[in-house]
């Protein structure tokens, strides 16, 4: 079946620098989205990516779609302490007639004040 | 309402008991999902429902059983449970779309201690 991996595993970063996380899937996929959890708490939607291409940009945040549709990037610019938490792409997984969303491992984000 | 409400918050349970975990949504979606989650892992997909029925079920042991009694209630019946059951269990909703193009709303979860 489709897997989501996902780089790095942890990021440990200064309040200010900038932080990447890498997603990559074995097969072509409809769409890509991404989730933030903060410690303790639950997965929160972000965005959704669904063309070849497409960059999307939330404040300091940038969402990358690649153009074979099988990898995907967030970028965070200056770093908050607010951003701390864990990052997950996920991508859309067919089972029958049914989807359901296979996450990556996530990216572990946290940030020195 | 964007948001998803699960019952109880905590809960701490013999491997003898029989409990149930509770979700809610009124956003009018017609998908949930219950996950489960251990310390420091992604969420792993346990049941989906779509429009009231079990569609998929990811061969996930006959001590937890769903239930989806009308589109906005998702219920998890918990029995005989094993220690390494504990985790943080999610429920999640979203519209039914094609191609799984479904952003998912995440409940706060509960925190489950089997002992």
């Known amino acids: 079946g489709q897997q989501v991996m996902q780089i790095p595993q942890y990021q440990h970063v200064q309040e200010g620098e900038d932080f990447t996380t890498y997603c990559n899937s074995s097969?072509?996929?409809?769409?890509i989205q991404w989730y933030k959890q903060r410690p303790g708490g639950h997965p929160v939607f972000l965005i959704q990516?669904?063309?070849?291409?497409e960059v999307k940009k939330q404040k300091r945040l940038t969402f990358q779609f690649g153009e074979a549709k099988k990898n995907s990037s967030l970028h965070i610019t200056a770093t908050q302490t607010t951003d701390v938490g864990t990052y997950f792409c996920?991508?859309?997984?067919?089972?029958?007639?049914?989807?359901?969303?296979?996450f990556g491992k996530g990216t572990l984000l946290t940030v020195n004040p | 309402d964007t948001e998803v409400t699960q019952t109880p918050k905590h809960l701490v349970m013999g491997m003898t008991n029989k409990k149930s975990l509770k979700c809610e949504q009124h956003?009018?979606?017609?998908?949930m999902y219950w996950y489960k989650q251990k310390a420091k892992k992604p969420p792993e997909l346990m049941f989906v429902?779509?429009?009231?029925?079990?569609?998929i079920n990811e061969s996930v042991p006959s001590r937890f059983s769903p239930e989806c009694p009308n589109s906005s209630l998702l219920n998890l019946h918990l029995h005989a449970l094993q220690p390494e059951d504990s985790a943080l269990y999610l429920c999640?909703?979203?519209?039914?779309?094609?191609?799984?193009?479904?952003?998912?709303?995440f409940g706060p979860g509960t925190r489950l201690t089997v002992t």
């Open positions: 999640a909703s979203s519209q039914v779309r094609l191609a799984g193009g479904f952003e998912q709303y």
């Open positions: 097969t072509t996929l409809s769409n």
């Open positions: 990516l669904v063309k070849s291409g």
């Open positions: 996920a991508g859309p997984n067919r089972k029958g007639s049914n989807y359901k969303l296979t």
């Open positions: 956003m009018g979606h017609r998908a």
């Open positions: 429902y779509s429009y009231e029925k079990l569609s």
